[in-house]
T-cell receptor, first 113, second 115 residues
Framework: DQQVKQNSPSLSVQEGRISILNCDYT??????FLWYKKYPAEGPTFLIS?????DKNEDGRFTVFLNKSAKHLSLHIVPSQPGDSAVYFC????????????FGTGTRLKVLA | GAVVSQHPSWVICKSGTSVKIECRSL??????MFWYRQFPKQSLMLMAT?????????EQGVEKDKFLINHASLTLSTLTVTSAHPEDSSFYIC???????????FGPGTRLTVL
């Protein structure tokens, strides 16, 4: 049972354009969401997070949107740069307790120069 | 800040041997550490959660006698893969969380290959 899903395994975007990565979840108990960037054979690097009390969080070129009613979040990267090419994972947490994360399946982003 | 290291970064071992992987939080005290494994082109799957000084909590389907976790201090957790088999070959990643923030900080991972 995949509680966090990223339905697009890959995405190609032209440099300078917007990249939109999507993530859906099924567990209504999730109240904290994160995006991580990962290169092969490396650990994930934290990008941005959002609490369920918000619907948007912005940090530089990265913006995360949360639609609780649709159980959907998205990561916008604008403008996209070749260095953004990596695998992006969304993760969800149920907040209290152990704060364990459930990761999505990942989307490989390729930014074309 | 918030640096997590893992050692070794890669290891090759023979089937039947045991392998220990260390995870250290270098500049903060980790109240909780997590162990994940990732198969090629797949997601990160949480194996277990460990709190300093207490027994680890394993996710469903993870054999606790095979994957021994010790969290002896606030800066060190170890994962020992006992009697390793080729199907245990994977990328093992640890993460650490402080008591203040929800974010987990991840180590660089350890590539285990069992021959």
């Amino acid at each position: 049972d995949q509680q966090v899903k990223q339905n697009s395994p890959s995405l190609s975007v032209q440099e300078g354009r917007i990249s939109i990565l999507n993530c859906d979840y099924t567990n209504s108990m999730f109240d904290y969401f994160l995006w991580y960037k990962k290169y092969p054979a490396e650990g994930p690097t934290f990008l941005i997070s959002i609490s369920s009390i918000k619907d948007k969080n912005e940090d530089g070129r990265f913006t995360v949107f949360l639609n609780k009613s649709a159980k959907h979040l998205s990561l916008h990267i604008v403008p996209s740069q070749p260095g953004d090419s990596a695998v992006y994972f969304c993760a969800a947490s149920a907040g209290t307790g152990t704060y364990k994360y459930i990761f999505g399946t990942g989307t490989r982003l390729k930014v074309l120069a | 800040g918030a640096v997590v290291s893992q050692h070794p970064s890669w290891v090759i071992c023979k089937s039947g041997t045991s392998v220990k992987i260390e995870c250290r939080s270098l500049d903060f005290q980790a109240t909780t550490m997590f162990w994940y494994r990732q198969f090629p082109k797949q997601s990160l799957m949480l194996m277990a959660t460990s709190n300093e000084g207490s027994k680890a909590t394993y996710e469903q389907g993870v054999e606790k006698d095979k994957f021994l976790i010790n969290h002896a201090s606030l800066t060190l957790s170890t994962l020992t893969v006992t009697s390793a088999h080729p199907e245990d070959s994977s990328f093992y990643i640890c993460s650490a969380r402080t008591g203040t923030y929800n974010e987990q900080f991840f180590g660089p991972g350890t590539r285990l290959t069992v021959l």
